[in-house]
């Protein structure tokens, strides 16, 4: 759907996410840009799982984040709404809305922080229009 792929790329835009994937719920990817690796739906299922049941979020907490091909070491986790995970000088932020996932990659310089907001953006536009 070309909507969702502009929302994609209007991420990569901002300067604060370097890749980005609009995910809906059910593990099917709707966007992603350029640079973002293709992950499966069981992929996508786990982490909104983790982003809403504390137990998986703590065991993924234990573990680390295992994301399209990558092992990213866990950083954060806000209950029902966000993820973060880092590998080296890049990392992932996962932010839930109602019915879809939005993923930011991010490369130095870049932070997680930086990144978490954009993609915190978004989510909230999507709630807002019952996404």
């Known amino acids: 759907?070309?909507?969702?792929?502009?929302?994609?790329?209007?991420?990569?835009?901002?300067?604060?996410?370097?890749?980005?994937?609009?995910?809906?719920?059910?593990?099917?990817?709707?966007?992603?840009?350029?640079?973002?690796?293709?992950a499966t739906a069981d992929e996508?299922?786990?982490?909104?799982?983790?982003?809403?049941?504390?137990a998986a979020g703590a065991l993924m907490a234990e573990n680390g984040i295992d994301f399209a091909g990558v092992h990213y070491t866990f950083l954060r986790r806000d209950e029902g709404h966000s993820i973060i995970g880092r590998k080296g000088q890049s990392g992932i932020c996962f932010c839930k809305s109602t019915k879809a996932v939005v993923?930011?990659?991010?490369?130095?310089?870049?932070s997680a922080p930086a990144c978490l907001n954009q993609i915190e953006k978004e989510v909230d536009y999507l709630i807002s229009m019952q996404m």
């Open 1 to 38: 759907m070309a909507g969702w792929q502009d929302h994609a790329d209007a991420l990569c835009r901002t300067g604060n996410v370097t890749r980005a994937a609009i995910y809906g719920i059910n593990g099917a990817k709707w966007a992603a840009t350029d640079g973002f690796q293709a």
């Open 44 to 54: 996508v299922k786990a982490i909104l799982y983790a982003i809403s049941n504390a």
């Open 103 to 110: 993923i930011g990659g991010y490369d130095g310089p870049i």
